[in-house]
Structure formats: structure tokens, C-alpha cells
């Protein structure tokens, strides 16, 4: 009889050690997982979600300078089409020995290098011009009463969007004046993985236009707080508009 009640007490023993051991690992798995999820949910310095960075007037100066950012990379300003790619089809330099530079300045697009280089400018370009439309999106839930520099912010990015897109068809496209029919280049507005159909070359310069006006009007009162370097005490922007050299 002693003997059955040490077994039946050996096992409760053993049932309430394991309904321990349970809660031990579920508590464990439970922390796991949420130190988990906070680790995986860490950003890189900079990086913050959309609308946790773009709700006030410093949000949105980051994502503009994120924009710049981009358009610093090799493929496009820092180098492409700044001083490299750009002025080797403009025969302004050759480079002999540099097939990759013969071939560019030989026009020879399906070389692979060559194509390479334009199929990034393509999509760096549109990625920039994605950044410079997230601008504008989230600047939809604002307005110049309750943003500061809404109007700066709005213009600066709708020129960013026009000006990228005037470089892609300034490269991509035929010259308007030969053939304004001629197919142009998909004129993205929206902040959206469906990418917009291609326009013709004519309406694609009247969405450019269209941007920049709306940019000039946005940033008619920019030079108040920006005086470099557009204007300075001896030789306004102005000016140079009104007494071009």
C-alpha cells in the first residue's frame, strides 16, 4: 500500500513537473518570438516607416534629401550623367583602349556594357522619381496651413519628377521637333509597384510643363529663405532671368 502511494506520488510529482517544464518553454518561445520580431523590426540608422518620418517639416526634408541621395548614385549624377556617359556621347572626350568607352561613343547600344549602363539609368531613375512621388503623396494629408514650407517642399519635389523625367526622354526618346508623335516614356505620377503605360512623346512634354509650372507658382517665395545660390548682393536670379548674358 506504501508503496503504490509513493508511485502515485512519484507520478504527480512527474505530471507537475512537466506542466512546469510547459509553461517554462511556452514563456521562453513567447519571449523568443517577441525579441524576435522587435530584431527583425530594427531599421538601419535613417530608415524610418513612411508615416512615422513624414509628418512634420523635417520628416519631409529627409525624404527630399533621400531623393538627392539617389540621384547621387554612379548610374545617374555621380556619375553617368554628370561627367562619364553623357560627355562620351557627346564626343566630348574618347577614351582609347576603354572598349566599354569606344563602344558608348560609337553609339553601339547592344554592347553589353553599354546596354547594362542604360538599363540602370532607367531604374535608378524611376526609383528617384518613386521617392520624389512618396513626397508628394504623403504631402496630400497636409496643407500650407498646417505644414511648414509645404509649398517648397511640394514644388521642390514636383521639379525633381519633371527634371528626371526630361533627362530619360532627353536619352530615351526621339527629338520632339523631328517627331512629336514619336512613342515617349511612361510619365510616373503615383507611388505604385504597377508601373504607368507609355506616353507619347508630345503629351510626355506637357506632363513635364505641367510639373514645372505648377513648381515655379509652388516656389515664387523660395529665395526668402533660400539666397544661395540662386541670388546673392550682386547678382540676383532675377536679374540674370530679366538680362540673360
Known amino acids: 500500500m506504501r508503496s503504490m502511494n509513493i508511485i502515485k506520488n512519484i507520478s504527480n510529482l512527474n505530471t507537475l513537473l512537466s506542466t512546469k517544464v510547459v509553461i517554462i518553454l511556452s514563456v521562453a518561445v513567447l519571449f523568443l518570438t517577441t525579441s524576435c520580431n522587435k530584431f527583425l523590426d530594427v531599421r538601419p540608422e535613417g530608415e524610418l516607416p513612411e508615416k ?12 527630399l534629401f533621400g531623393v538627392y541621395g539617389s ?24 577614351c582609347p583602349g576603354n572598349n566599354n568607352a569606344v563602344n558608348l561613343g560609337a553609339y553601339n547600344y547592344g554592347f553589353s556594357s553599354v546596354e ?6 532607367w ?53 520632339i521637333q523631328l517627331n512629336p508623335t514619336a512613342s515617349g516614356i ?3 505620377t503615383d507611388f505604385a509597384l504597377k508601373a504607368p503605360k507609355f506616353s507619347r512623346l508630345d503629351t510626355v512634354y506637357n506632363y513635364i510643363i505641367n510639373d514645372l509650372l505648377e513648381a515655379e507658382t509652388l516656389l515664387k517665395d523660395d529665395e526668402q529663405y533660400f539666397t544661395f545660390p540662386k541670388s546673392n548682393p550682386s547678382h540676383s536670379f532675377s536679374e540674370s532671368k530679366r538680362n540673360p548674358l
Open 186 to 188: 511612361p510619365y510616373s
Open 52 to 63: 512615422q518620418l513624414l509628418t512634420d517639416a523635417n520628416g519631409f526634408e529627409a525624404a
Open 123 to 175: 531604374s535608378k531613375s524611376y526609383s528617384s522619381i518613386a521617392y520624389a512621388n512618396n513626397v508628394l503623396k504623403n504631402l496630400e494629408r497636409f496643407s500650407p496651413q498646417n505644414l511648414e514650407h509645404y509649398n517648397l517642399y511640394k514644388g521642390e519635389a514636383l521639379g525633381l519628377r519633371a527634371f528626371l523625367h526630361f533627362d530619360l526622354v532627353r536619352l530615351f526618346c526621339e527629338n
Open 71 to 94: 540621384m547621387n548614385s554612379r548610374s545617374l549624377y555621380g556619375e553617368n550623367l554628370s561627367h562619364n556617359a553623357t560627355e562620351v556621347l557627346a564626343q566630348y572626350f574618347v
Open 116 to 121: 547594362s549602363l542604360f538599363q540602370d539609368v
